[in-house]
C-alpha cells in the first residue's frame, strides 16, 4: 500500500486492491498513475454528482483490463482466501466447503444447476460441485456435452517460505501469488469466464463445471464420481496447470509396503531366531529384476522418464545388534506406463514375494498405503485431443504427475488434462498463476465450448 504525496501536499494513501476501489479527489488521478507501481489507466467514475464539482470521486483500477478479467481476478482472489488443504496429515486436513461455497455462488449468479455430492457425514464432511449450464433435452445415442473439471482443495504450505501471505492473492509482476492460484483454484474462475459468454437456451449438449475434493491426498471426490452426475457428457477437460498444452498421457502412481516377519531371539545364537535383515537383499534383487523387466517391457518416449520405475523409499526394522531382527517394513512405489494395471502389478509383486517367504520361511505380506492412481492415456486421434491441438496449436504432449484424469476416463469420457499456470510453481512457496495466461485460457475454453456445446 504505497503512500503518495498528492499534488496539494496532502497526504494520500492509495490502495490499490484487486477490487480497485478506492476515494480519492480528482486532481489527484495523475499523480497517482506516477506513484503506484500499477501500469495502466485509472477510470474516474462520479458518485452521483458532477465530477467537475465533486470533491470525492470514486477512482477505479482499470489496467486496461477487460471488466471480464477484473472478474476473473476477484474470483480466484475469494477461491484463495478460502482455505482448503487436503492431506492424509489429520492436522492438515480441512473442509473444502468454504471452496464449494463460493463456487455455488458464482455458478448460480451466472445460472449454471448446482448438484452436491456429499463425501462423508462428519464434521470436516467434504464434498464434490456438479454445476450444469444448458438445460438441454438431448436425445441422441452418443452424449456431446463437456466437462470442465479441477479440484477445489490445495496441498499443506509453510507461510514462512512466501513473500506475500499465501491465502491473499498479491498481484505483482504480472503475476498472481497465491496457494492454489495456479493449482488450481484460478481454473474455475476462468472457466465460468469462459462459459459466460454464451447463451446457454442455445446450448445443443450441456456444459458442466465439476470440482472436486481430495485430489491432493486421496482423490476421494474423482473416485466416488458416477457417470449419474454428468449423464450427457462427452469430453471431460482437467484444468490442472500444463500452460495450456494439451496433455493426453501420465504415468499412474502405487505405493506399497511389504512387512516381514521372522522370529526374534539372542544375538548369540542365530538358530534361536529368524532374521528378516538376513532376507533384505533377497527381497532387493527380486524388486530388482522386477524393475528390470518392465523398463524392458514397457517403454514410452513422450514421457521424460520413458519406462516404469520403482523406488525404494524407505526401510525400518530391527533394535538392536544384540537381537535378531524379528520384523522389518519396507515401501516403495511403482510408477505405471499406460499399459501397465496396478492390479498386474500387485498380482506378479505377490508371486514373487511368496518366493521369498518359501526360501526364508518368513511371512511377507504386502499392502497398498495410499490407493493407486491409475496411468492414463488418450488416444492421440480421439476427436478430444484433435480438437486441443487446433485450439491451444499445440501437439498433445505428456505430463510427469498423476491426475484425475484417469477416473473421469473410466466414466467412458474421452478426456485430456490442459489448463492456464505452469506445475513448476505448484506445491511450493510463491505458487502464481501468469495474468498473461488468463485471457488465452478463457478463449481455448469458449472455443471447446462452441465445439461441443453448440
Ligand atoms: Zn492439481
Known sequence: MPAMEAPRGNKLTVSPTLSGWVFVEMSYCE?????TRVSGVFSVVTVGQDAATLSDLRLKKERFMPTSEQRIIRRISELVAADSVSSPDPSWDSSNRKVIHHLTDYAKRDGWAVELQELGSDAKTKANLIATLGDCGETADQPRGL???????????????????????????????????????????????????????EFKSPLYLLAT????????????????????????????????RPMRMHKGIMMQGVTMRGRSGHSS????????????????????????????????????????????????????????????????????????????????????LMEITAQHGIDIDMRRLVEPVPAFEQAVDSELVVACEHVSGHQADAVNFATEAPFLQSLG?????????SIDVAHQPNEYMSLDQIQPAVASLRELIRRYCL
Open 413 to 421: 469420457l474421452e478426456t485430456i488434462v490442459m489448463g492456464p499456470g
Open 147 to 201: 466437462v470442465l473439471s479441477g479440484h477445489t482443495d490445495t496441498v499443506p504450505f509453510d507461510a514462512g517460505g512466501w513473500d506475500s501471505d499465501p491465502l491473499i492473492l498479491d498481484e505483482r509482476d504480472g503475476r498472481l501469488y497465491g496457494l492454489g492460484s495456479a493449482d488450481m483454484k484460478g481454473f474455475f474462475a476462468v472457466a465460468l469466464e469462459a462459459a459466460a459468454a454464451f447463451d446457454p437456451k
Open 31 to 35: 499523480a497517482i498513475r506516477q506513484h
Open 269 to 352: 545364537d542365530p538358530d534361536l531366531g529368524n532374521n528378516v535383515i538376513d532376507a533384505l537383499p533377497t527381497l532387493l534383487s527380486v524388486l530388482s529384476r522386477y524393475r528390470e523387466e518392465l523398463a524392458q517391457t514397457f517403454r514410452c518416449e513422450l514421457m521424460a522418464v520413458p519406462t516404469p520405475t520403482v523406488n525404494f523409499g524407505c526401510v525400518h526394522g530391527g533394535d538392536s545388534p544384540n537381537r535378531i531382527c524379528g520384523e522389518l517394513d519396507f515401501s516403495f512405489d511403482v510408477r505405471m506406463l499406460p499399459g501397465l494395471e496396478y492390479q498386474e502389478v500387485e498380482r506378479e509383486l505377490n508371486l514373487r
Open 213 to 244: 475434493a481430495d485430489e491432493e491426498s486421496t482423490m476421494r471426490g474423482a473416485r466416488s464420481l458416477t457417470k449419474d452426475y454428468l449423464p450427457k457428457a462427452r469430453a471431460a477437460i482437467v484444468g490442472e496447470p500444463t500452460g495450456l
